[in-house]
T-cell receptor, first 111, second 114 residues
Framework: DAKTTQPTSMDCAEGRAANLPCNHS???????VYWYRQIHSQGPQYIIH???NNETNEMASLIITEDRKSSTLILPHATLRDTAVYYC????????????FGSGTRLQVQP | DAGVIQSPRHEVTEMGQEVTLRCKPI?????LFWYRQTMMRGLELLIY????????DSGMPEDRFSAKMPNASFSTLKIQPSEPRDSAVYFC????????????FGPGTRLLVL
């Protein structure tokens, strides 16, 4: 699976959009971009995933650049409960199916 | 749905003792994963099962660790004998294997080996 690079930490004001970047410059054509988050002391939680088109669900939006070398997770109206570590994971959907977690981005939503 | 259920939630034991962690996956899911999380190594896969069969156990640290899945609704991770370096949070996750699958994680078992 392709390696990802994320900032170590970010701050965001409550009610504002949180934009979390992820670099995956070595991504191959059959690899998907997944986002999970881990709120303190809880298990990781799936947020969203995509291949090349932008995706949106009730939790977030995922913007993938045209060359697919980077992506941005957008939380449109961050709340204090969104404070967590956010993991960007790139993986194929065949073969080894375990998730490979990096260090992630620690997002702190400020009141 | 109750989600993935793990027990116990916390375990404190002494070095050399046997530890058994338990997991009940989400009903209907046919894949089960055991992960371990430490400050030093982050989240790492230990083993995963598909249709109750172990598929990839390359992450199991050593012979002291063993995992079983006797049926589709239950799995155990056993450490015997336990050592202080096994102290970590152990997560179980389940999924329905297939295209673009999503893994659902349990709350974890926090293990402390003294």
């Amino acid at each position: 699976d392709a390696k990802t690079t994320q900032p170590t930490s970010m701050d965001c004001a409550e009610g504002r959009a949180a934009n979390l970047p992820c670099n995956h410059s070595t991504i191959s054509g059959n690899e998907y971009v997944y986002w999970y988050r881990q709120i303190h002391s809880q298990g990781p939680q799936y947020i969203i995933h995509g291949l090349k088109n932008n995706e949106t669900n009730e939790m977030a939006s995922l913007i993938i650049t045209e060359d697919r070398k980077s992506s941005t997770l957008i939380l449109p109206h961050a709340t204090l409960r969104d404070t967590a570590v956010y993991y960007c994971i790139v993986r194929v959907d065949t073969g080894r199916r375990a998730l490979t977690f990096g260090s992630g981005t620690r997002l702190q939503v400020q009141p | 749905d109750a989600g993935v259920i793990q027990s116990p939630r916390h375990e404190v034991t002494e070095m050399g003792q046997e530890v058994t962690l338990r997991c009940k996956p989400i009903s209907g899911h046919n894949s089960l994963f055991w992960y371990r999380q430490t400050m030093m190594r982050g989240l790492e896969l230990l083993i995963y099962f598909n249709n109750n069969v172990p598929i990839d156990d390359s992450g199991m640290p050593e012979d002291r660790f063993s995992a079983k899945m006797p049926n589709a609704s239950f799995s155990t991770l056993k450490i015997q004998p336990s050592e202080p370096r096994d102290s970590a949070v152990y997560f179980c996750a389940s999924s329905f294997s297939g295209f673009q699958e999503t893994q659902y994680f349990g709350p974890g078992t926090r293990l402390l080996v003294l």
